[in-house]
């Protein structure tokens, strides 16, 4: 959950929806669409999405997420199953809802 100030993609600016399209982009497929059973912990009530706490900081918001994008490249060695198996044992040691 962000406890900070954040901007709603509907509020966005040119600058910060650009930002937002862009590092989208980079991202394989199958990790652009959204996992239904998770929207509504995802939703402004529980604090939005992690990428919405980068969200006064466009230029940090893009190049972040871009660094993750290219990280999951299908040309690298690991699959997305290893990629969620990382993801779930950081999140679980750090005690962390992301």
């Not at 980079?26 to 939005?48: D, Q």
């Not at 972040?64 to 999951?72: D, I, R």
């Not at 690298?76 to 809802?97: G, K, W, Y």
């Amino acid at each position: 959950m962000t406890w900070i100030k954040t901007i709603p993609p509907r509020e966005a600016d040119e600058k910060l929806r650009q930002a937002m399209q862009r590092y989208k982009g980079l991202y394989p497929i199958e990790y652009r669409n959204e996992v239904e059973i998770l929207k509504p912990m995802a939703s402004r009530e529980h604090g939005g999405s992690i990428s919405d706490s980068h969200s006064l900081l466009p230029d940090t918001l893009y190049h972040a997420f871009a660094t993750l994008g290219t990280l999951l490249s299908p040309d690298l060695p690991l699959t997305r199953r290893q990629h969620e198996m990382i993801a779930t044992t950081v999140s679980v040691i750090n005690d962390c809802f992301y």
